[in-house]
């Protein structure tokens, strides 16, 4: 369970809420995750939070050495506030929020614009494996399993009439082939894209580029005719299936962004107050790598925040652990603008996810993976346990504030006031 995987942050967090009333949409969060955690683990927690809550101190400062040691000079040549000074800021976020050392340099804590919003911070762990798991428990018929199925996504999509990749081909385990779109031939004669269908983050895909004389190439520079192509996909699919996708272009005016890659945003959509879906947050993910085929933070992407009223652009960052402070305000390969860009198509973007975000009405929140295309934007993916971390590693003001937070704690609230499911009471042996 995620609520005390990460003792050195203090086990507080699970005790401090439940002692005041909250203010704040990010005091209703807070306190709606401690509750969940006592409710759905009761005989568990107390001793867990007793132990916890007598060693934190001892893994706080080994992690804060860690990190302080790494990063401490960068930020005090950045910023002029010393290691010393930075180890209280961590000690007294981690005792009174539960923020990590590492957060505490990913969030860039350390600027006092910040700082000041500190208990604001949306942890990880509240929403993953916490309070989007306890409000998926009230759902009776959840659409989970298409968001996390990409062949069954690809087909809901398109009978709602959502833009998105086009996916011509599933490969079972066991090699049969299952057209999800029609195609001349034994492959689509352009460039594709082949990714597991329940892959994560990046990992397992390919990029094979189509030339004139009928072949297929993939990065690595490896050559295959179409049915050695397609032996090469039984052979992965053999391990877990695979997806055969058009490999799409950026719109032109981000071709400079993209590096080679299909750039895309992440954006935040959430169910409102009256049932409708709006648009919260967005960032822009750029790739620096030129052998890169997808532009993940771990495949060495960079991250700008964007205005989700106008599609502006602010300055790109890593995931803050290896450079603290540093921000592309032009593309270090093309020097390309980033800041201040405005994104083409943003408002068209911004109905997809809406629209998008409809057609799973059972969702408080969906992270849409969008790209904005030379087709137009298209919808790459929805994730239905997404976190706030590129979010607030990039925004200036955390995820507790805003619209996200007052739509998820009206809907939390809610959750807690009908009480809790009565499937996973069953579950729990509590009914």
């Keep these: 369970m995620a609520y005390l995987r990460l003792p050195f942050c203090s086990p507080y967090k699970l005790v401090w809420p439940l002692l005041s009333t909250p203010k704040?949409?990010?005091?209703?969060?807070?306190?709606?995750?401690?509750?969940?955690?006592?409710?759905?683990?009761?005989?568990?927690?107390?001793?867990?939070?007793?132990?916890?809550?007598?060693?934190?101190?001892?893994?706080?400062?080994?992690?804060s050495w860690k990190h302080t040691t790494r990063l401490g000079d960068k930020v005090q040549a950045a910023t002029g506030k010393s290691?010393?000074?930075?180890?209280?800021?961590?000690?007294?976020?981690?005792?009174?929020?539960?923020?990590?050392?590492?957060?505490?340099?990913?969030?860039?804590?350390?600027?006092?614009?910040?700082?000041?919003?500190?208990?604001?911070?949306?942890?990880?762990?509240?929403f993953k494996g916490g309070l989007h798991t306890f409000l998926e428990s009230r759902i009776e018929a959840p659409t989970r399993r298409i968001?996390?199925?990409?062949?069954?996504?690809?087909?809901?999509?398109?009978?709602?009439?959502?833009?998105?990749?086009?996916?011509?081909?599933?490969?079972?385990?066991?090699?049969?082939?299952?057209?999800?779109?029609?195609?001349?031939?034994?492959?689509?004669a352009c460039d594709l894209f082949v990714k597991p269908l329940n892959g994560r983050g990046g990992r397992g895909c390919e990029r094979w580029q189509y030339r004139v004389d009928g072949l297929y190439c993939d990065q690595n520079g490896i050559t295959r005719n179409a049915g050695e192509l397609l032996a090469h996909l039984r052979d992965l699919a053999a391990k877990r299936p695979m997806l055969v996708q058009q490999a799409m272009q950026a719109h032109p005016e981000?071709?400079?962004?993209?590096?080679?890659?299909?750039?895309?945003?992440?954006?935040m959509t959430v169910k409102n107050e009256l049932g409708g879906f709006e648009a919260t947050?967005?960032?822009?993910?750029?790739s620096t790598k030129p052998e890169a085929i997808v532009d993940n933070f771990h495949k060495g992407g960079i991250v700008s925040r964007v205005d989700i009223r106008t599609g502006e652009l602010g300055p790109?960052?890593?995931?803050g652990i290896g450079q603290p402070c540093v921000w592309y305000e032009?593309?270090?390969?093309?020097?390309?603008?980033?800041?201040?860009?405005?994104?083409?198509?943003?408002?068209?973007?911004?109905?997809l996810v809406t629209k998008a975000h409809a057609a799973f009405p059972d969702r408080i929140t969906i992270g849409w993976?969008?790209?904005?295309?030379?087709?137009?934007?298209?919808?790459?993916?929805?994730?239905?346990?997404?976190?706030?971390?590129?979010?607030?590693?990039?925004h200036d003001i955390p995820a507790g504030i805003g619209r996200l937070a007052e739509c998820y704690a009206y809907h939390v609230t809610r959750a807690f006031e009908r009480g809790m499911s009565q499937a996973w009471k069953k579950r729990k042996g509590l009914a």
């Design 147 to 188: 968001l996390n199925d990409k062949a069954a996504f690809f087909r809901h999509c398109q009978a709602h009439g959502i833009a998105t990749m086009p996916t011509y081909l599933l490969v079972t385990q066991d090699g049969r082939l299952e057209k999800l779109m029609p195609f001349e031939g034994e492959l689509p």
């Design 316 to 319: 790109a960052s890593d995931a």
């Design 254 to 267: 981000l071709k400079k962004l993209s590096v080679n890659v299909l750039t895309s945003a992440r954006m």
């Design 24 to 63: 704040t949409p990010a005091e209703v969060i807070h306190r709606s995750y401690a509750r969940y955690v006592w409710k759905m683990n009761a005989r568990d927690v107390l001793g867990r939070v007793l132990f916890y809550g007598i060693i934190w101190p001892l893994p706080f400062a080994y992690l």
């Design 83 to 126: 290691r010393w000074r930075q180890v209280a800021d961590q000690f007294s976020i981690a005792l009174r929020h539960s923020i990590s050392p590492k957060k505490y340099y990913v969030f860039e804590l350390f600027r006092p614009e910040r700082l000041c919003h500190a208990g604001a911070y949306v942890a990880r762990y509240e």
């Design 369 to 394: 993976d969008v790209a904005i295309s030379d087709q137009g934007p298209v919808v790459i993916e929805g994730n239905v346990q997404s976190g706030c971390d590129m979010i607030q590693r990039t």
């Design 281 to 286: 947050h967005a960032v822009f993910k750029s």
């Design 330 to 351: 032009t593309h270090p390969l093309t020097g390309a603008e980033i800041k201040g860009r405005i994104l083409p198509l943003w408002a068209e973007t911004v109905a």
